[in-house]
């Protein structure tokens, strides 16, 4: 943990349109951050519409309003060079972290060659929504605006970065305390370890796409099999070297005391089934 008070601690937003950020925004007290950037490819009517912002002759505007954007590489460098005069190292918090604003941030950083002495600066991440799952337990909604909304009964521009982390740092300061964010927070070196796991699981789900298509396996059975480190090369091998019983073994092997894919018997006979009818799979 960098800071001992909740005051203190950065939180961090970005908006973006597929995989571009298109806005960065941080606070850190009642210093704060935020940056507009032009995105390479354009920003979809659909992301527009949710996130007011769109591209005009190579202009961003907000709102139908132009605004000051820079290129990612010249953000990314604002931004370390923002955290560097914190002169202490910092753990962002984001609403959603784990899966939205650290997975695009690492991407941006990865795409600018700035890794290295973004770490210098940031040990991690708080990822404030399974924080707010554990503190409030039994809402209907964890959404920042419902929580806004609910707990401190006010209102934002949600889909705003800089309104986010203002917004974010409030409910953060009233609701969370240090025991909490030590348990819902992770390391960058972590992320990046994430990051190489989905990529190969969703590398290992596209192998697996004939199995789906002939209805061999549902998309969860493949979903899990891929989350195990499984691809279609590894089922063939398996069938191949051992037949019904090496495939039946490689997808009921234990793992943390459950099966690695499955153990119905159901499932591990279409499976096998398949296999038997493309045998030059």
């Given at each position: 943990m960098?800071?001992q008070?909740?005051e203190y601690w950065?939180?961090?937003?970005?908006?973006g349109?597929?995989?571009e950020?298109?806005?960065?925004?941080?606070?850190?007290?009642t210093d704060?951050?935020?940056?507009?950037?032009?995105p390479s490819h354009g920003?979809?009517?659909?992301?527009?519409?949710?996130?007011k912002l769109?591209?005009?002759?190579?202009?961003l505007f907000?709102d139908g309003?132009p605004?000051a954007a820079?290129?990612?590489n010249?953000a990314i460098?604002?931004?370390?060079?923002?955290l560097?005069?914190?002169?202490?190292p910092?753990?962002l918090?984001?609403?959603?972290a784990?899966?939205?604003?650290?997975?695009?941030l690492?991407r941006?950083?990865?795409k600018?060659n700035?890794?290295?002495?973004f770490?210098e600066f940031?040990?991690?991440?708080?990822d404030t929504l399974p924080a707010?799952?554990e503190?409030l337990p039994?809402r209907?909604?964890?959404?920042q605006?419902?929580l806004a909304?609910?707990l401190?009964q006010?209102?934002?521009?949600?889909h705003?970065?800089?309104?986010?982390?203002?917004?974010?740092?409030?409910?953060c300061?009233?609701?969370?305390n240090v025991k909490v964010?030590e348990k819902?927070?992770?390391?960058?070196?972590w992320l990046?370890e994430?990051?190489q796991?989905l990529?190969?699981?969703?590398?290992n789900?596209q192998?697996?796409q004939p199995l789906i298509n002939?209805?061999?396996?549902s998309?969860?059975?493949a979903?899990?099999?891929a989350?195990?480190?499984?691809?279609?090369?590894?089922?063939?091998l398996?069938?191949?070297?051992g037949?019904?019983d090496?495939?039946?073994?490689?997808?009921?092997?234990?793992?943390?005391g459950?099966a690695r894919v499955t153990?119905?018997?159901?499932?591990i006979?279409?499976?096998?089934?398949?296999f038997?009818e493309?045998?030059?799979?």
């Open positions: 960098c800071c008070s909740e950065p939180h961090l937003r970005v908006r349109n597929n995989a950020i298109c806005q960065l925004a941080a606070i850190h007290g704060e951050f935020n940056v507009y950037i032009v920003i979809s009517p659909s992301a527009a519409a949710v996130n769109s591209v005009k002759n190579g202009h907000y309003r605004v820079v290129q990612l010249v460098g604002m931004f370390l060079d923002w560097q005069s914190l002169k202490r910092c753990l918090f984001a609403h959603n784990e899966l939205f604003d650290a997975k695009y690492q941006a950083l990865e600018s700035q890794i290295s002495w770490q940031v040990p991690g991440f708080c707010f799952k503190v039994n209907k909604s964890y959404s605006e419902n909304k609910d401190l006010a209102t934002y521009s949600a705003n970065a800089l309104s986010d982390v203002r917004m974010l740092q409030e409910l300061n009233n609701f969370l964010v819902h927070n992770f390391s960058f070196s990046q994430y990051i796991f990529n190969q699981k969703r590398q789900l192998t697996l002939a209805k061999a396996i998309q969860g059975i979903e899990k099999a989350r195990s480190g499984l691809s279609l090369a590894h089922l063939v398996a069938f191949k070297r037949g019904d090496g495939l039946s073994n490689v997808l009921k092997e234990k793992f943390n459950k153990k119905k018997r159901e499932i006979q279409q499976m096998c089934t398949f038997r493309h045998p030059n799979m």
